[in-house]
């Protein structure tokens, strides 16, 4: 009996070690065989973000780059309007692999009604109609509405400004889901304020947000927070709203914070919202100029481009995080569970700074900013 016992150990041990080594494989990226049936690829966003765009081209740049699509070349549609871009990709990809299902697109419009119906309706057809084999879910709001049991389809998440502090995903190792996966990238929004704050020393910082799960998670208040904490400066926040259909109010009241924020803080974060876009930020850099307040674009070079002072960027662009994203994908229809793969992007940044917009509100350069800045702008540009 003993023996039979120490027989049976030994076989579970074994099963055990086969089963992490299987799970640990290393799935290739590119394709391998054909498929008897295409990818069925579907689209789903919360509303229309210009960053989405820029995320939807550079996975599909990264795809054609591993060989799951033919060389192409993408238009550039400056409104970068992804119904329009998926759209062309539905028509215009040649791949043996892929397919951009035409219908399916889907937007919820900013709009927490037809959030709803629109969510219920997709998780609906995956389950029944069982005609989509995987989910692109542009950022925080997709996430969360996919990031569940309700559904197995694989589902990757792009461009969601904390995946695990908005609840999409359990810890950075682990989404949680087997169906799940999140491109996650702890860093960035770690390291803007703290560079932010060595440069520039505030005392208040001002932060206009939508004071919701969602709008403290795109500005990274517990982050915030806890710089806050640890490097001893005061948070003035000024509420917006952001993920509404009614755009036109959600740029009012960014607009209105910048006014109310300005004559009482010594800098303002200019966190992600809908609110902040190419037809707002001319009105927030002329506030923050006309009180001589330093701003950090959460979002980078081109926000740096129309007028504010600071901004951190990856430093090869999008590109290397498409292809990661794509990398994913591809390991997924070669075999590997989502859950299993790395969800960190390690990105390297840089510091981009408005030399212009230094000069308008004052501000002395001096050797420790010319330092940190690794790309120098030296005009404000008009956004298109």
Request: charged share 20%.
């Amino acid at each position: 009996m003993k023996k039979t016992q120490e027989i049976f150990i030994c076989l579970m041990l074994c099963c055990s070690v086969l089963t992490v080594s299987v799970a640990a494989e290393d799935f290739s990226s590119r394709p391998q065989v054909k498929p008897e049936q295409r990818w069925r690829i579907a689209y789903y966003q919360g509303g229309e973000y210009e960053y989405y765009y820029d995320y939807l081209y550079a996975m599909t740049k990264g795809l054609s780059k591993l060989g799951w699509i033919e060389p192409l070349s993408l238009p550039d549609y400056p409104d970068r309007d992804t119904l329009k871009l998926w759209q062309w990709l539905s028509l215009n990809i040649n791949s043996q692999y892929l397919e951009f299902v035409p219908d399916g697109y889907y937007s919820a419009d900013w709009d927490n009604i037809s959030r709803h119906k629109i969510s219920n309706s997709l998780i609906s057809r995956l389950n029944h109609n069982k005609d989509i084999d995987m989910v692109f879910a542009m950022g925080t709001w997709a996430g969360q509405d996919l990031a569940n049991n309700l559904h197995r389809v694989p589902t990757i998440v792009v461009s969601a400004s904390d995946p695990l502090r908005s609840g999409i995903i359990k810890n950075i190792d682990d989404s949680g889901y087997d169906h799940l996966f999140s491109s996650y990238d702890p860093r960035l929004q770690q390291q803007q304020i703290q560079v932010f704050h060595q440069l520039i020393g505030f005392k208040k910082l001002g932060v206009p947000y939508e004071n919701t799960v969602s709008g403290r998670s795109y500005a990274g208040m517990d982050l915030i927070e806890q710089a806050s904490a640890d490097l001893g400066f005061e948070i003035v926040p000024c509420y917006t709203l952001s993920d509404i259909a009614e755009q036109q109010m959600a740029e009012q009241s960014v607009v209105d914070c910048f006014d109310e924020l300005a004559p009482k803080v010594d800098a303002i974060f200019v966190s992600s919202q809908g609110g902040v876009n190419a037809k707002t930020t001319p009105k927030l850099v002329k506030i923050a100029n006309r009180y001589g307040i330093p701003t950090f674009a959460q979002h980078g070079e081109q926000q740096v481009r129309y007028g504010y002072l600071l901004g951190l960027i990856r430093r090869s662009g999008l590109g290397p995080e498409g292809v990661f994203l794509a990398d994913n994908v591809g390991k997924i229809i070669n075999g590997a569970k989502p859950r299993n793969l790395k969800q960190v992007f390690d990105g390297s940044f840089s510091m981009v700074m408005n030399m212009k917009t230094a000069e308008n509100i004052g501000l002395y350069v001096n050797a420790d900013l010319l330092a940190a800045a690794d790309n120098l702008l030296w005009q404000i540009e008009l956004p298109e």
